[in-house]
Every structure is written in C-alpha cells, then in structure tokens.
C-alpha cells in the first residue's frame, strides 16, 4: 500500500493508505478530523470542502495519494483552541446555520473565497461563488448574510461583533 505524507491543520501526519482512498476518508477514518462531511460521494455538496496547498477543493473528489505532501486545512484548524475564526463567529450571529451539516463546507468555501475575491463581498457575487455548496435548511439568504459579515470581519482592523450586527 502507498504511504502519503502531508501536513494536516499545521501537524505532519503519515500513514499508508490504499491508493483509492480519497481524501476525505483519509481525513476522517484515519485523522478522526470529522468536522469535513461526506454529502452525496458525487462532488455535488460541498460539504467535504478542504484547503489543498490553499486552494478550495472537494477531498471526495481528490485521492489521498493526491494529496502526498500537500498541506491540507480542514474545518478543525481554521481557528486556534476555543476560538473561533470570525468567519465561524458570523455564521454563529448571523444563523447562517441550521441543521449544521453543509457550514464546514461553506465556511472552507468563504475563506476561500475572501482569499480570491477580498473583504467587500456583494450578495450576487458570494451566490454565484456557493454554487457547488447545497444546503438544504436555510434558504441560503442566512448563509449569503453571515458570509458577507465573516469577510469584512476578517478585514485588518475589522470588528466581527459590529460587522455581524449589521
């Protein structure tokens, strides 16, 4: 069995695989880093969202193998300790959550796309962007909401507790 090396949430991690074992199941049958869902197996949901070398990608649709000396940043290493990110405190103030299930992926997937798009981020562009993530409680309008709040409260000097009051 090949053996894949990368570096998970800032810790370099090791351990044999079969080569068709895809990257989130390496993340949370090997890990135990369960906080990255598996929500339909077909790349539709988003809800196993992960960085990859930075990059926003579904880990059901990349192999562990694929991954080999990679950096990965699952949901668990967004944010230090009990801390939360300011994006994870919008999605919080602003119920940009219901059932729970797809926020990891959509939170992978805001700050990435705060990374690529910047702080200022108008309704139809955060939409368009959330294509590939489903969610099947809020409506999204939350969702679209918080993410807005989490960007500029990650602006330098940003306020997430004005920003997400907004």
């Known amino acids: 069995m090949p053996v894949v090396s990368m570096t998970v949430n800032g810790k370099p991690v090791r351990a044999e695989v079969e080569s068709r ?3 989130v199941q390496f993340l949370r049958e090997h890990l135990r880093l369960t906080g990255t869902h598996v929500g ?5 949901c988003g809800a196993c969202v ?3 070398d930075g990059e926003a990608v579904k880990s059901c649709a990349v192999l562990a193998v694929q991954a080999d000396g990679a950096e990965v940043l699952t949901i668990e290493g967004v944010a230090p300790g009990d801390t939360l990110h300011p994006m994870q405190e919008a999605f919080r103030d602003n119920h940009g959550l219901q059932c729970g299930y797809c ?3 959509m939170i992978m997937t805001a700050l990435d796309l705060v990374r690529r798009k910047g702080h200022e981020l108008d309704d139809h562009t955060i939409r ?4 590939g993530n489903l969610c099947r409680c809020t409506g999204y309008h939350n ?3 918080s993410i807005a709040a989490g960007a500029r409260a990650m602006a330098p000097g940003g306020d997430p507790a004005r920003q997400a009051a907004e």
């Open 21 to 23: 074992t895809l990257l």
């Open 40 to 44: 339909c197996d077909t790349s539709q």
């Open 50 to 52: 992960v960085h990859l």
């Open 103 to 105: 926020t990891p992926g």
């Open 128 to 131: 368009e962007e959330l294509e």
């Open 143 to 145: 969702i679209v909401k």
